[in-house]
């Protein structure tokens, strides 16, 4: 694929039952970035244990299987079920679309984080509404938009790894501990979104410009999954990494089955769909919440730090540097810092003004 345009537990068991499954994270040493990966390298701890990639099982863990109600144009809509969150795509101009819930005021969409070459694309937190309403001004056309429950439908079985996974001692939950259904990943029999690898070269921090305070951040991932994969058809969920309010780090983009993530065992990044033309080589870090006038949880910004040093030392980047990423694909140069933010590259308020503000102090944290 070229360039990216850019089972029923009460939420707070199984907000627990994900803590539990976390691993322990710490400070790896350095490590030449140009070393291939391995899943037994790539997981090791600086005590040089190796992690939960060579663990011998799975264990069967039940969650929500996502419901959706899909609908066109403008107009209202019903489900048959509570909603989270509705996500809408559109072409034409990149704003102007509206959203109003049942018994609410209209919101006028923007783009948040996600962005597209040829239009308009957003994630609304539904609160559980069953009917919404869509309206448009004459330059938006080909309105699209998924009702999606991530947390009451019937129960789903995934085969978890038995022991905690972790990035070079960086605790996380795998994909399958956080229910991604893989299926979503397919597009008429086949993968919508074949993986590609391009090596390292910056690293974007994101916010998901979703409600902070999230009581059940698995389900708000199982949720931008279905947004990404399927509303806005890239076939999969466009960061690489993710981290909540509490500090946890979950699993991203798919990249192979050989329990690494986000790289391939050659040591490549496998392309995500975070930044609209500068996605290739480039690591998308989405942060939960919004931090436009929050900024993120103490938890939260010491594991971002944490995954930004010991992906950057494995790596061989500075998190200080200004650096010219150049995209392998389109060939298009940016001078840019080795660890950015969203709006470095595309007109929006990613990751957050606040957010933002504390990108130097993450720089200076990641590099000591």
């Known amino acids: 694929m070229s360039e990216p345009p850019t089972p029923t537990p009460t939420p ?84 102007g679309a509206a959203i109003r819930l049942a018994n609410g005021d209209w919101q006028t969409l923007t783009s948040g984080c996600a962005t597209v070459e040829d239009g308009g694309t957003a994630l609304v937190a539904a609160q559980n509404a069953t009917a919404y309403e869509v309206k448009a001004p004459s330059d938006v056309t080909d309105v699209r938009s998924l009702a999606i429950d991530t947390t009451d439908g019937p129960d789903h079985t995934f085969k978890v790894p038995s022991e905690p996974t972790r990035v070079r001692g960086v605790r996380y939950l795998s994909r399958p501990a956080w229910g991604a259904d893989e299926s979503k990943r397919y597009k008429d029999g086949k993968v919508n979104s074949p993986e590609t690898y391009y090596p390292l070269q910056v690293i974007t921090v994101h916010h998901t410009a979703t409600p902070n305070g999230d009581p059940d951040p698995a389900a708000t991932v199982r949720a931008i999954y279905e947004y990404h994969a399927i509303t806005n058809d890239w076939g999969d969920i466009g960061y690489h990494f993710l981290i909540d309010e509490a500090g946890t780090v979950y699993e991203g983009r798919y990249s192979g089955d050989d329990g690494i993530p986000a790289f391939n065992p050659d040591g490549d990044l496998v392309t995500g769909f975070h930044s609209v033309g500068y996605n290739s080589g480039a690591l998308g870090i989405a942060l939960i919440g919004t931090l436009q006038e929050n900024g993120p949880t103490a938890a939260a910004k010491a594991s971002l730090i944490r995954l930004i040093k010991v992906i950057s030392r494995f790596k061989g980047l500075d998190p200080q540097a200004r650096v010219t990423y150049v995209n392998p694909v389109s060939g298009v140069k940016k001078d840019t810092n080795t660890v950015g933010g969203h709006r470095d590259y595309f007109d929006t308020e990613c990751p957050g003004q606040d957010m933002y503000d504390l990108l130097a102090e993450v720089r200076a944290a990641a590099a000591r």
């Not at 803590?19 to 600086?46: E, M």
Request: aromatic share 6%; proline share 5%.
């Open 12 to 95: 707070a068991h199984r907000r627990k039952r994900s803590l539990s499954r976390r691993g322990v994270i710490g400070t790896a040493a350095a490590v030449a970035g140009a070393a291939a990966l391995t899943p037994a390298v790539f997981a090791a701890t600086d005590s040089g244990e190796s992690g939960a990639s060579d663990s011998p099982g799975t264990t069967p863990e039940k969650f929500p299987a996502t419901r959706t109600e899909a609908a066109t144009g403008t107009g209202g809509a019903t489900t048959a079920f509570a909603a989270s969150y509705v996500g809408l795509r559109w072409s034409g101009a990149q704003e």
